[in-house]
């Protein structure tokens, strides 16, 4: 009773409501003043007829031919009788059947079930709330760097401008918090003063105007801006932002590290402790048809293998497994091993013709940005006159076109290009893309965008080799932030981290421990005394107070937890 009681206040404190009240009751009384003119109408020609009923007959006769029940025991026996008949029937369908209820839903109904959802969306976080992640939109960035936060069971809220968003974010299980995102008050609310970090993923203009009011309230928490345009980086740092992100560049600068061109080297994706992660494209080098025992590459140089991508699946980097074309080994080292490794590779020459991309937007540009800092030649396919004009402008060859059409591509060079980097941020486009690609050059290497991340598998298995979605890189660096680790981009979803060995499998052999089998991850080293070694094998024995460096996506962590701990 008292929840319905605080329901009914919050309904009727708000003007909007009041006022559809007041129009609802008003229509409500135009159909009784109808009603009584029809049965009094009634009475009149009942005598005329010479037939007497009680005023009570009368609204019981008007009221079951509106209503269209019409039970027939009471009837006119004359035409202007039977005329008034039509005519309160044809009023009852109109008013009773047709307007009252749209003007119940419209006016009381509706707005009854939003104070409902409203009342249900909290304005501020418990009391004693700190150390905690401010997240000011839910978006796909936000929705996977949420699967991180859990996993590590960090607390974050959703900060929503919208109560009914609110209200439906907390319903599928997420904590979101409405607010004003103008509001120091808001920010009060979410005690961002005590926060462990503030992501501002907005648009360009209101993530400046969030950082803003934010510096009022917690003028030393961290802020992470992400920023969809370079020139507002600068704007955002001077209005407060501790770290801001140029994700289309960043996700550029990732597509580009992915491209096999020139000579053959290593491409470095990332550091974990201490530790250099890098890709190594085997086409056309001497690692490709051989086992990674015969590479021997843990014996000339120092760097062990610990994963290996094939088609976008990562495989553990098994002593017997066998490197194909396609094969793109993950190693660990130092940089001067890598190095060596590059220093090794050098008088392979992979295809020195210009590497294709597909789109010119923000994305490609970025991407042709950083093969221009490698010397890397390239070309630009891309139909929108403004952007092929822009990247002229900045010195590229541009062909003018789309790329499904066979003179576009034959004449940017497909037949014969190492690589095509398609950046378009249409998903469909990209994966048919992709397939009409493999189809024209069976040889070469496809490295794509997306934006969702559900559609990461169709766009491998239409023949892409590298794919990195937008939200995986942004959740990927988020996290890196928060971690105050470097980011590591290995590929969608993956990512490397530490577990301790579960006290089942102390004493047992690496070979025996079945952690692949059972979760599918990739264990790529051991901690021992704060350092990493990645030359383990499967004899390796698991000991008290180790713990394993292991490769894999949230889900397979999640398994591991679960089976071991």
Request: charged share 20%; with cysteine; proline share 5%.
């Given at each position: 009773?008292?929840?319905?009681?605080?329901?009914?206040?919050?309904?009727?404190?708000?003007?909007?409501?009041?006022?559809?009240?007041?129009?609802?009751?008003?229509?409500?009384?135009?159909?009784?003043?109808?009603?009584?003119?029809?049965?009094?109408?009634?009475?009149?020609?009942?005598?005329?007829?010479?037939?007497?009923?009680?005023?009570?007959?009368?609204?019981?006769?008007?009221?079951?031919?509106?209503?269209?029940?019409?039970?027939?025991?009471?009837?006119?026996?004359?035409?202007?009788?039977?005329?008034?008949?039509?005519?309160?029937?044809?009023?009852?369908?109109?008013?009773?059947?047709?307007?009252?209820?749209?003007?119940?839903?419209?006016?009381?109904?509706?707005?009854?079930?939003?104070?409902?959802?409203?009342?249900?969306?909290?304005?501020?976080?418990?009391?004693?709330?700190?150390?905690?992640?401010?997240?000011?939109?839910?978006?796909?960035?936000?929705?996977?760097?949420?699967?991180?936060?859990?996993?590590?069971?960090?607390?974050?809220?959703?900060?929503?401008?919208?109560?009914?968003?609110?209200?439906?974010?907390?319903?599928?299980?997420?904590?979101?918090?409405?607010?004003?995102?103008?509001?120091?008050?808001?920010?009060?609310?979410?005690?961002?003063?005590?926060?462990?970090?503030?992501?501002?993923?907005?648009?360009?203009?209101?993530?400046?105007?969030?950082?803003?009011?934010?510096?009022?309230?917690?003028?030393?928490?961290?802020?992470?801006?992400?920023?969809?345009?370079?020139?507002?980086?600068?704007?955002?740092?001077?209005?407060?932002?501790?770290?801001?992100?140029?994700?289309?560049?960043?996700?550029?600068?990732?597509?580009?590290?992915?491209?096999?061109?020139?000579?053959?080297?290593?491409?470095?994706?990332?550091?974990?402790?201490?530790?250099?992660?890098?890709?190594?494209?085997?086409?056309?080098?001497?690692?490709?048809?051989?086992?990674?025992?015969?590479?021997?590459?843990?014996?000339?140089?120092?760097?062990?293998?610990?994963?290996?991508?094939?088609?976008?699946?990562?495989?553990?980097?098994?002593?017997?497994?066998?490197?194909?074309?396609?094969?793109?080994?993950?190693?660990?080292?130092?940089?001067?091993?890598?190095?060596?490794?590059?220093?090794?590779?050098?008088?392979?020459?992979?295809?020195?013709?210009?590497?294709?991309?597909?789109?010119?937007?923000?994305?490609?540009?970025?991407?042709?940005?950083?093969?221009?800092?490698?010397?890397?030649p390239l070309h630009i396919i891309e139909r929108n006159p403004q952007a092929a004009d822009r990247a002229r402008a900045k010195?590229?060859?541009?062909?003018?076109?789309?790329?499904?059409?066979?003179?576009?591509?034959?004449?940017?060079?497909?037949?014969?290009?190492?690589?095509?980097?398609?950046?378009?941020?249409?998903?469909?486009?990209?994966?048919?893309?992709?397939?009409?690609?493999?189809?024209?050059?069976?040889?070469?290497?496809?490295?794509?965008?997306?934006?969702?991340?559900?559609?990461?598998?169709?766009?491998?298995?239409?023949?892409?080799?590298?794919?990195?979605?937008?939200?995986?890189?942004?959740?990927?660096?988020?996290?890196?932030?928060?971690?105050?680790?470097?980011?590591?981009?290995?590929?969608?979803?993956?990512?490397?981290?530490?577990?301790?060995?579960?006290?089942?499998?102390?004493?047992?052999?690496?070979?025996?421990?079945?952690?692949?089998?059972?979760?599918?991850?990739?264990?790529?080293?051991?901690?021992?005394?704060?350092?990493?070694?990645?030359?383990?094998?499967?004899?390796?024995?698991?000991?008290?107070?180790?713990?394993?460096?292991?490769?894999?996506?949230?889900?397979?962590?999640?398994?591991?937890?679960?089976?071991?701990?």
């Amino acid at each position: 009773m008292k929840f319905l009681t605080t329901q009914l206040t919050y309904f009727l404190s708000d003007r909007t409501v009041r006022q559809n009240t007041r129009a609802l009751l008003q229509y409500t009384a135009l159909l009784l003043f109808v009603m009584i003119v029809f049965s009094v109408l009634f009475h009149v020609l009942m005598v005329y007829e010479g037939q007497q009923h009680s005023w009570l007959t009368g609204f019981y006769w008007t009221l079951t031919v509106m209503s269209t029940l019409g039970f027939g025991d009471i009837t006119f026996t004359t035409d202007l009788g039977r005329m008034f008949s039509l005519i309160v029937l044809v009023t009852g369908i109109l008013m009773l059947l047709i307007m009252l209820p749209f003007a119940f839903i419209r006016f009381f109904y509706a707005p009854w079930l939003e104070a409902q959802i409203q009342l249900k969306a909290p304005r501020r976080v418990p009391e004693g709330t700190s150390d905690h992640v401010i997240l000011c939109s839910y978006a796909p960035v936000i929705e996977a760097l949420i699967k991180r936060l859990r996993d590590e069971e960090i607390e974050y809220f959703v900060l929503a401008s919208d109560l009914t968003a609110t209200a439906d974010l907390r319903a599928r299980g997420i904590p979101a918090v409405a607010g004003d995102l103008d509001n120091p008050e808001t920010y009060r609310a979410l005690m961002a003063d005590r926060a462990r970090l503030i992501v501002a993923n907005r648009e360009d203009t209101m993530n400046t105007n969030i950082i803003i009011t934010v510096r009022e309230v917690a003028p030393d928490t961290p802020i992470l801006a992400i920023a969809s345009s370079d020139d507002a980086v600068d704007v955002m740092e001077l209005s407060g932002a501790t770290t801001v992100v140029p994700l289309k560049r960043r996700l550029g600068e990732q597509l580009a590290n992915r491209v096999s061109a020139s000579q053959a080297h290593t491409h470095i994706v990332g550091e974990y402790e201490g530790l250099k992660i890098a890709e190594l494209p085997v086409r056309n080098t001497p690692l490709a048809n051989k086992s990674i025992r015969e590479t021997r590459l843990r014996e000339t140089t120092g760097i062990n293998i610990i994963a290996v991508w094939e088609r976008g699946i990562a495989h553990p980097a098994a002593p017997q497994h066998m490197l194909t074309d396609h094969s793109v080994p993950v190693l660990a080292g130092t940089q001067e091993q890598l190095d060596l490794l590059d220093d090794i590779l050098l008088i392979y020459d992979i295809n020195q013709n210009p590497v294709i991309i597909i789109g010119g937007g923000t994305v490609g540009l970025a991407v042709a940005a950083s093969l221009r800092e490698k010397e890397i030649p390239l070309h630009i396919i891309e139909r929108n006159p403004q952007a092929a004009d822009r990247a002229r402008a900045k010195g590229y060859r541009v062909f003018d076109g789309d790329a499904e059409g066979m003179d576009v591509m034959m004449e940017a060079g497909i037949e014969e290009t190492p690589t095509v980097v398609l950046t378009t941020h249409d998903d469909a486009m990209n994966i048919y893309l992709a397939a009409y690609c493999r189809r024209l050059n069976p040889a070469l290497r496809i490295v794509s965008r997306v934006t969702l991340e559900r559609n990461v598998e169709s766009i491998f298995r239409a023949g892409a080799d590298f794919v990195l979605s937008h939200a995986s890189l942004g959740a990927t660096t988020v996290y890196a932030t928060l971690s105050q680790h470097p980011p590591l981009v290995l590929g969608e979803s993956l990512a490397m981290f530490d577990e301790p060995v579960p006290t089942p499998l102390v004493g047992r052999r690496l070979a025996e421990s079945d952690i692949g089998a059972v979760t599918g991850l990739i264990v790529i080293g051991v901690r021992r005394n704060g350092r990493i070694d990645t030359a383990i094998t499967g004899d390796t024995i698991l000991e008290t107070g180790m713990q394993l460096v292991m490769l894999g996506a949230p889900d397979q962590r999640h398994r591991y937890v679960e089976r071991y701990h």
